[in-house]
């Protein structure tokens, strides 16, 4: 069974610091990796998506990586702004691969003071 | 950019009463989920559905639940008899194919059962 696990559960940063979340997953047979930002009360709106064949993959001041041996992702954004604040959440396949269903790791909430 | 959209964005129930929430996938996608995220718990896999039929569902998605596409844009969740514990946000979500790309969210219905 998948499961997918993100540290930290929160991060508070000054304005201008880069950063770097974690995210790991048990099962290493994935098609893919997405990342997601979900503002309080909102939505997730996809930031990125990384395919297995790929190391990494880059969105402004965004880049993700993966390492799928390892089962571990990491999402790096430079520069870090006040409007980055939000709860990031990664999620994998299930166990096997395919897209029947997404599992979600319970997210780091980040808080960039200006 | 094209979208999901869901409708109502909040939906305040009482207990016992059936409540539908209602979802417009993007145009091109062939596979919609619905996924649920219980208040300061993860994003939770509801259901899949594809070629008009469910193609996976959890173990939360007993027979109080059942989906359809009644026309050829909407995909609509029922839940026949609402108890306390369905108070959540609901997300839709769709994609185009069923592993080499990403899923694209709603911004969410807030369920709130009374």
């Known amino acids: 069974k998948q499961e997918v696990t993100q540290i930290p559960a929160a991060l508070s940063v000054p304005e201008g610091e880069n950063l770097v979340l974690n995210c790991s997953f048990t099962d290493s047979a994935i098609y893919n990796l997405q990342w997601f930002r979900q503002d309080p009360g909102k939505g997730l709106t996809s930031l990125l998506l990384?395919?297995?064949?790929?190391r990494e993959q880059t969105s402004g001041r965004l880049n993700a990586s993966l390492d799928k041996s390892s089962g571990r992702s990491t999402l790096y954004i430079a520069a870090s702004q006040p409007g980055d604040s939000a709860t990031y959440l990664c999620?994998?396949?299930?166990?096997?691969?395919?897209?029947?269903?997404?599992?979600f790791g319970t997210g780091t909430r980040l808080l960039v003071s200006p | 950019e094209p979208e999901v959209t869901q409708t109502p964005s909040h939906q305040v129930t009482q207990m016992g009463q059936e409540v539908i929430l209602r979802c417009v996938p993007i145009?091109?996608?062939?596979?919609f989920y619905w996924y649920r995220q219980i208040l300061g718990q993860k994003v939770e896999f509801l259901v899949s559905f594809y070629n008009n039929e469910i193609s996976e569902k959890s173990e939360i998605f007993d027979d109080q639940f059942s989906v359809e596409r009644p026309d050829g844009s909407n995909f609509t969740l029922k839940i026949r008899s609402t108890k306390l514990e369905d108070s959540a946000m609901y997300f839709c979500?769709?994609?185009?194919?069923?592993?080499?790309?990403?899923?694209?969210f709603g911004q969410g219905t807030r369920l709130t059962v009374v």
């Open positions: 145009s091109n996608h062939l596979y």
């Open positions: 999620a994998a396949p299930p166990q096997g691969g395919g897209f029947q269903k997404l599992v």
């Open positions: 979500a769709s994609s185009r194919f069923s592993d080499l790309w990403g899923a694209f």
């Open positions: 990384i395919q297995s064949s790929q």
